[in-house]
């Protein structure tokens, strides 16, 4: 059984409330994933891919970005929440790093093992999650579902201490292919260990149930099976490390 908390935080006079999902039940320290959801923010589906993870033995954290009362109900809305971080990386870094500091001030509440940190983003909030890890954020991977790769700073890369994996669409036409490239080159100039998974047939927001825009922005179960067992190996790896 899972269990949800509200945990709020605050950067530049700003109310920020995330949300803790973990299990119930635990003697041993639990891993921590800082979990960025898509553009929409906080919602159900978010909490049901974040009650999945957590079910796989990790205490994940919803991170809200846009604050306690913006809660985008159209694509409208949350484009018009998600343009200024977008547009401003210093800001998007500086209130994700206090989130994190926020997660980190509850290892002790929460039976955290602070040295067990990683960090996954779904769409634009996928780039985000890569953001972190360019920040030099102590996190042990990235994870990036059908998210953007380009980033206004690539030379940051030699700031990333963990491992990064892409799991992108094949066919996504709101991913231009360039930005593949341009990623895998970023990665290799600043000898990063990466990997990226191109899912053939699938296009954008695969994880997202409620997307149907056929050809655009589609959900996609086998795929979503597929990337999520990816990720799980990959934090079965750098865990075990410690």
């Not at 343009?83 to 002790?108: G, S």
Request: glycine fraction near 8%; hydrophobic fraction near 40%; charge should be neutral.
């Amino acid at each position: 059984m899972l269990v949800q908390s509200k945990i709020e935080y605050q950067y530049d006079g700003k109310i920020f409330e995330g949300v803790l999902v973990y299990p119930n039940s635990f003697s041993n320290k639990l891993p921590a994933l800082v979990m960025f959801p898509n553009w929409l923010g906080i919602t159900e589906g978010t909490i049901g891919l974040a009650n999945y993870q957590a079910q796989q033995g990790y205490i994940v954290f919803i991170i809200d970005l846009y604050g306690k009362h913006i809660r985008p109900k159209t694509n409208k809305e949350a484009n018009e929440a998600m343009l200024p971080l977008r547009h401003n990386t210093d800001l998007l870094r500086a209130i994700m790093h206090q989130a994190l500091t926020t997660l980190m001030k509850q290892a002790t509440t929460y039976n955290i093992d602070t040295l067990k940190i990683a960090a996954f983003g779904f769409c634009f909030d996928g780039c985000c999650a890569l953001e972190l890890a360019r920040s030099g954020s102590d996190i042990k991977a990235a994870i990036s579902f059908h998210g953007n790769l380009d980033t206004p700073n690539p030379q940051d890369a030699k700031n990333i201490k963990g491992s990064i994996l892409v799991l992108d669409g094949a066919n996504a036409p709101l991913v231009p292919r360039s930005q593949l490239t341009d990623f895998m080159n970023e990665m290799n100039a600043a000898k990063v260990d990466w990997q990226l998974i191109s899912y053939g047939g699938s296009v954008h927001g695969f994880t997202d149930m409620s997307a149907n825009e056929p050809g655009v922005k589609q959900y996609n179960a086998k795929v979503t099976k597929r990337a999520f067992n990816a990720m799980n190996d990959l934090l079965s790896e750098v865990f075990a490390v410690n």
